[in-house]
T-cell receptor, first 112, second 115 residues
């Protein structure tokens, strides 16, 4: 079935370092790839997304890259800050385009 | 403007009882989604509404789960004969249009605990 794999499950970095989270998806029909940040007990918040017609998108310290041939996409956070600490989820649209399939999440810890 | 809201924020019930969870989407959003999130996992799709109709209910785990959106705005997720395994956070999301690439905005969720 449709699947999104996310790695690593946990990531610890020092403040100012970069963080990279990688995801792979199974369905070649997927055409939308959002990233959500979820703090403990809070709702998932969209931080960046990319559609299948572009290979890279950047928004200040956050960037996402997409390789449709390899069916993988990555989140890059530069100059990390303690407030970046949260669980990050990648997602991809299902084959029907009716839902998002989420990865299992990456717990990012940024220490100062 | 107001975001997606969900009520109640917490619901504790006993095994075998019936529960209803409510979602108020962002005004004007035609698409509405229900997801379920277990501890340490990503949200898992349950059902998708486009307007008043359920366009995809393939994620509902069994016939104890049912959802409605009678006027194309507020939606209610209904769970009959609750089981302990139903305990999770139930998330609602809405998006503005018909496209699969529209951003989904999530509500704060309802934490359901079945004792």
């Amino acid at each position: 079935g449709e699947n999104v794999e996310q790695h690593p499950s946990t990531l610890s970095v020092q403040e100012g370092d970069s963080a990279v989270i990688k995801c792979t998806y199974s369905d070649s029909a997927s055409n939308y790839f959002p990233w959500y940040k979820q703090e403990l007990g809070k709702r998932p918040q969209l931080i960046i997304d990319i559609r299948s017609n572009v290979g890279e998108k950047k928004d200040q310290r956050i960037a996402v890259t997409l390789n449709k041939t390899a069916k993988h996409f990555s989140l890059h956070i530069t100059e990390t800050q303690p407030e970046d600490s949260a669980v990050y989820f990648c997602a991809a649209t299902n084959q029907a385009g009716t839902a998002l399939i989420f990865g299992k999440g990456t717990t990012l810890s940024v220490s100062s | 403007g107001a975001g997606v809201s969900q009520t109640p924020s917490n619901k504790v019930t006993e095994k075998g009882k019936y529960v209803e969870l409510r979602c108020d989407p962002i005004s004007g959003h035609t698409a509405l989604y229900w997801y379920r999130q277990s501890l340490g996992q990503g949200p898992e799709f349950l059902i998708y509404f486009q307007g008043t109709g359920a366009a995809d209910d393939s994620g509902l785990p069994n016939d104890r789960f049912f959802a409605v959106r009678p006027e194309g705005s507020v939606s209610t997720l209904k769970i009959q004969r609750t089981e302990r395994g139903d305990s999770a956070v139930y998330l609602c999301a809405s998006s503005p249009g018909w496209g699969s690439t529209d951003t989904q905005y999530f509500g704060p969720g309802t934490r359901l605990t079945v004792l």
